[in-house]
């Protein structure tokens, strides 16, 4: 049995930005991510105003992306847009993750990748390798990975809210389409 103090379960955004936080506190986390590369999400991509203060304050600098300063809408011909209420960048996830991930590990994280958690029980997490952790304090990041053992509540249906990405293959009018909405 392994022991470490706290432990956080998964390294996208909510895992790293825990480890961040602890980290700027002197507190020296254990990060496991299931993937051993980082990976471009499909969820994700862009960053609000709000998410980007966030990330400043957390120390994430040279993000990159594209600038985001209108919605544009399209149903068929038909098209609406809208300025956004301050600028916003469209970044990948897999720039966002690496340098969150970066990052808590420059605030002291330990960082061990392909360590896929498989339950927790009794205080006990237990990882697809066989090995069995008993941590003080456990921090869930996994996104919409459940791990056996621990409850995940469930949205309201009448306040659950829809986000849509599309990824469109690049041709030549597309960046004129879409300009910085």
């Known amino acids: 049995m392994r022991r470490s103090d706290p432990l956080i379960v998964g ?16 507190i020296r986390p254990v990060l496991l ?37 209108r919605l544009r809408v399209f149903a068929g011909r038909l098209s609406g847009e809208a300025r956004l209420p301050r600028p916003a960048l469209g970044v990948s996830r897999r720039r966002l993750d690496t340098l969150l991930l970066a990052r808590a590990e420059a605030m002291g994280a330990g960082i061990e990748r392909g360590v ?12 697809g390798d066989g090995a069995t952790l008993r941590p003080e304090t456990l921090f869930l990041g996994s996104g919409k990975h459940d791990i056996r053992g621990l409850g995940r509540p469930r949205p309201d249906p009448e306040t659950q809210t829809l986000g849509i990405r599309v990824r469109l293959s690049a041709h030549p ?9």
Request: glycine share 18%; hydrophobic share 40%; proline share 3%.
């Open 33 to 69: 991510e299931r993937q051993r590369e980082t990976g471009d999400a499909l969820c994700g991509g862009f960053l609000s105003w709000r998410t980007l203060e966030t990330l400043d304050r957390l120390g994430i600098e040279a993000l990159g992306g594209h600038p985001i300063d």
């Open 173 to 181: 009018g597309l960046a004129a389409l879409i300009g910085r909405a």
């Open 11 to 26: 390294g996208g955004p909510a895992g790293s930005t825990a480890a961040i936080a602890l980290g700027t506190a002197g």
């Open 116 to 127: 896929t958690v498989r339950e927790w029980h009794d205080g006990f997490v237990e990882t």
